[in-house]
């Protein structure tokens, strides 16, 4: 939504959860998981307000009880334009996050956050990492562009209890990646208005690809070998959940190709297989 009087903008975005009905342990060398999204969210709101004073960003996550004001000035001049991964040529863009050199980029916001927070290294571990994970998105998304950057108000809710296993990391991070692209998006929109355009805040696939891999990075940050069902099929806690139909095998050819394309006309991505199948079989 646009504040037209001060041209400011404020947005929302909200991701569910997820738990990983198994797999949870060989997904992380690459094998098959399978999970499903809950019907629990995170949600976070972040607002453009203009200060008479040193322009700053405000944080409040409850759900780690952290509350912090960073100064935005710093941050811009200290983290803004990251650096291309070794081997790779060009400029940064927003657009790849895979491309970023993580490692380099994570020890920048390391070294700021220490230089502007002495008592960084007492906080709780969620709570460094909530910090960490702010300031490598938002200085990875804005930081390749020329767009001003505002003073702003962060504040994230979550209906997930954190460490028991229901993704509450991964939401966090999609609504992070989601929020401050989405941010992007209006401020670089010539003559637009959010309040009567609601089409504009739907996500592209190509978007919704774009916020899983920072969403990834952020995992990255905060498990180290994150399970990486963050934005891979058949689950996504930016895009659907996952469906599975057992058809019996007397079932026409006809009716099962009738079927899938129907499912495909209407944008799902269809996936056959059968018992006796790569890792389809019946257990007693």
Same mark, same amino acid.
């Given at each position: 939504?646009?504040?037209?009087?001060?041209?400011?903008?404020?947005?929302?975005?909200?991701?569910?959860?997820?738990?990983?009905?198994?797999?949870?342990?060989?997904?992380?060398?690459?094998?098959?998981?399978?999970?499903?999204?809950?019907?629990?969210?995170?949600?976070?709101?972040?607002?453009?307000?203009?200060?008479?004073?040193? #322009?700053?960003?405000?944080?409040?996550?409850?759900?780690?009880?952290?509350?912090?004001?960073?100064?935005?000035?710093?941050?811009?001049?200290?983290?803004?334009? #990251?650096?291309?991964?070794?081997?790779?040529?060009?400029?940064?863009?927003?657009?790849?996050?895979?491309?970023?050199?993580?490692?380099?980029?994570?020890?920048?916001?390391?070294?700021?956050?220490?230089?502007?927070?002495?008592?960084?290294?007492?906080?709780?571990?969620?709570?460094?990492?909530?910090?960490?994970?702010?300031?490598?998105?938002?200085?990875?998304?804005?930081?390749?562009?020329?767009?001003?950057?505002?003073?702003?108000?962060?504040?994230?809710?979550?209906?997930?209890?954190?460490?028991?296993?229901?993704?509450?990391?991964?939401?966090?991070?999609?609504?992070?990646?989601?929020?401050?692209?989405?941010?992007?998006?209006?401020?670089?929109?010539?003559?637009?208005?959010?309040?009567?355009?609601?089409?504009? =805040?739907?996500?592209?696939?190509? =978007?919704?690809?774009?916020?899983?891999?920072?969403?990834?990075?952020? =995992?990255?940050?905060?498990?180290?070998?994150?399970?990486?069902?963050?934005?891979?099929?058949?689950?996504?806690?930016?895009? #659907?959940?996952?469906?599975?139909?057992?058809?019996?095998?007397?079932?026409?050819?006809?009716?099962?190709?009738?079927?899938?394309?129907?499912?495909?006309?209407?944008?799902?991505?269809?996936?056959?297989?059968?018992?006796?199948? #790569?890792?389809?079989?019946?257990?007693?």
């Amino acid at each position: 939504m646009l504040n037209g009087i001060d041209n400011l903008y404020t947005v929302s975005v909200s991701a569910p959860g997820k738990v990983i009905l198994h797999g949870e342990h060989s997904v992380v060398y690459g094998k098959t998981a399978v999970a499903v999204s809950l019907g629990l969210r995170s949600s976070i709101v972040i607002k453009e307000v203009n200060y008479h004073v040193e #322009p700053t960003i405000r944080i409040h996550l409850p759900c780690v009880g952290l509350e912090e004001t960073l100064p935005l000035e710093p941050t811009v001049k200290s983290l803004f334009h #990251p650096k291309l991964a070794p081997g790779i040529t060009g400029k940064f863009s927003w657009r790849l996050p895979d491309k970023i050199d993580h490692d380099s980029h994570l020890r920048r916001v390391d070294e700021f956050l220490h230089l502007i927070k002495p008592n960084f290294d007492a906080l709780q571990n969620n709570q460094k990492n909530s910090l960490r994970s702010f300031l490598y998105v938002f200085s990875g998304i804005f930081g390749s562009t020329n767009l001003p950057v505002k003073s702003m108000e962060i504040s994230l809710g979550s209906e997930l209890t954190i460490g028991a296993g229901t993704g509450s990391s991964a939401s966090f991070a999609v609504c992070l990646a989601g929020a401050l692209i989405q941010l992007l998006k209006l401020k670089s929109s010539t003559g637009f208005d959010a309040f009567y355009d609601q089409t504009s =805040e739907d996500f592209s696939m190509n =978007e919704r690809e774009i916020i899983s891999e920072w969403a990834y990075n952020c =995992e990255r940050i905060m498990h180290g070998s994150p399970s990486g069902t963050v934005g891979h099929e058949p689950l996504s806690a930016v895009g #659907p959940g996952y469906a599975m139909v057992l058809i019996p095998p007397s079932t026409p050819r006809s009716v099962v190709d009738s079927l899938c394309g129907q499912l495909l006309e209407n944008g799902f991505r269809v996936k056959e297989t059968r018992l006796g199948g #790569p890792g389809v079989s019946i257990e007693m």
